[in-house]
């Protein structure tokens, strides 16, 4: 059964809506594309497999393909069919090549897309005059509503938050929050993080936005607020009616596993939680003071997002419960990855002075798992070796080499800590096969001489 993300399943919720939709010739393009064709085979594709005929749907995907769709026609079929049959395609759980064709062919058709949208930079002088806008005529509001998605994207964030938490102006209160459900998927992150701020009219009004948007990216978060024994009851109330929008009668996880989901998804960087047609890269973090709080936003190069994104995720499934055991390794693989990846591209650019500031900034991620304990090295090592990670593979060996003793690699092969240690002496990766195997080898050498 599909669904994933969201219970009840999207094939359940959608497969007789699609039907009466093709039938009456509905499926139209949206922006630019005039691609007929296109059109007419991914309708056809996506009404075979909502009826679960994956092999069928598959070459109607891939005689899509053959077309080479480009940005507009893929962008219209994004906008068409709902951006969660994207993730029911990605979420396969069918290992063989047809799941793995299918997953492949979402992933295309994401980033496609996807990548022609960079919007240029507004100065916050445009940015407060749109958001002004919101309290006027139901003509200026809309067209300051459409600016505000479409041209400033979520730049506008902290002032349309700052809107949201005004109870001195009921017209921009209510016209911010017109603008962010209009804004949907680029907005979620920012509020996320508003729903850290002390102001309580600002959370209610951040946690009806993000049902009404209706993100997975939110159930953790919000799932947090409605299980806090402490939570002010009206503020509660509206995260648990967040909830049930997203999520229906599911059975709901507790927050700290929504919080390891998004965790792990952002590690992997997969397209079903990078969703932000925004493409500025921005790390938003909620600080509080005196007068309030206010957002504040860390732009990161692209290929460093992800990771950090995890990371955040981690940390906070560790506020919410820090006993949960299967957080600790992907922290610690979020974080040396980013020192990874970040040395990388110093080695690459040795003369960006920002790169080397980054790198001094991420030089913690060296080191972070030798105090972390030897059981989360193994963990992340674990995860390392399924996913056919060599370079971060190797980082983790070198950590367990120096904090491990002969202990570990005693007793019952099934259940020995270094059994993943052990395991990648096997190591299969063609390209770093004899990279990974030598450096196992050493930490073991290092390890039985303890």
């Known amino acids: 059964m599909r669904g994933v993300l969201r219970i009840p399943s999207f094939r359940t919720l959608v497969t007789s809506a699609a039907t009466v939709a093709i ?16 059109n007419r085979l991914f309708s056809e594709g996506k009404d075979l497999f909502l009826k679960g ?11 899509v393909l053959r077309l080479k769709p480009d940005h507009a026609t893929a962008y219209a079929l994004r906008e068409d069919a709902g951006y969660q049959f994207f993730i029911e395609l990605l979420m396969q759980r069918d290992q063989g090549d047809t799941g793995s064709k299918l997953r492949s062919f979402a992933r295309h058709m994401l980033a496609a897309a996807e990548k022609e949208y960079d919007p240029a930079e507004v100065d916050q002088g445009e940015i407060d005059r749109l958001v002004a806008e919101l309290e006027k005529s139901f003509t200026e509001r809309w067209a300051a509503i459409e600016e505000l998605s479409y041209r400033v994207g979520q730049q506008a964030a902290p002032a349309l938050v700052k809107a949201l938490g005004d109870d001195r102006n009921d017209d921009l209160r209510t016209g911010a929050v017109q603008a962010c459900i209009h804004m949907g998927t680029q907005i979620v992150p920012a509020l996320l993080e508003a729903i850290e701020s002390e102001n309580d009219l600002l959370r209610q009004n951040c946690c009806a936005i993000l049902g009404s948007i209706g993100d997975d990216r939110a159930n953790a978060e919000l799932k947090r607020v409605a299980d806090d024994p402490d939570e002010k009851a009206e503020v509660k109330a509206f995260a648990v009616r967040a909830l049930k929008r997203i999520l229906g009668d599911a059975p ?3 927050a700290s596993e929504y919080f390891l989901q998004k965790a792990v998804l952002y590690y992997r960087d997969h397209p079903a939680i990078i969703r932000e047609r925004d493409r500025r890269w921005i790390v938003w973090k909620w600080k509080n003071s005196d007068d309030g709080g206010a957002l504040t936003m860390e732009r990161v190069p692209r290929w460093l997002y992800h990771l950090r ?3 955040e995720a981690c940390y906070d499934a560790v506020e919410v419960d820090f006993t949960y055991d299967k957080i600790w390794p992907v922290m610690a693989l979020a974080n040396i990855s980013q020192y990874l990846e970040v040395k990388a591209h110093v080695a690459r650019n040795a003369d960006d002075d920002g790169l080397k500031e980054l790198l001094a900034k991420n030089i913690g991620g060296q080191v972070l798992g030798y105090p972390a304990g030897q059981k989360v090295l193994f963990g992340a090592l674990e995860m390392t070796l399924g996913a056919e990670e060599p370079e971060l593979a190797e980082a983790v060996i070198d950590a367990l080499a120096l904090v491990c003793d002969g202990n570990d690699l005693v007793g019952d092969p099934s259940k020995v800590n270094g059994k993943s240690l052990i395991s990648a002496l096997n190591y299969h990766d063609r390209r770093s096969a004899k990279a990974v195997r030598y450096a196992a080898a050493a930490a073991l050498v290092a390890i039985s001489d303890r």
């Not at 039938?23 to 296109?38: I, M, R």
């Not at 005929?53 to 005689?63: I, Q």
């Open 23 to 38: 039938s009456l010739g509905v499926f139209t393009s949206v922006g630019h594309a005039q691609d007929s064709e296109a």
């Open 53 to 63: 005929e994956d092999a069928k749907a598959l070459e109607k995907f891939e005689e």
């Open 252 to 254: 709901q996880k507790k």
């Open 309 to 311: 994104m995890s990371e």
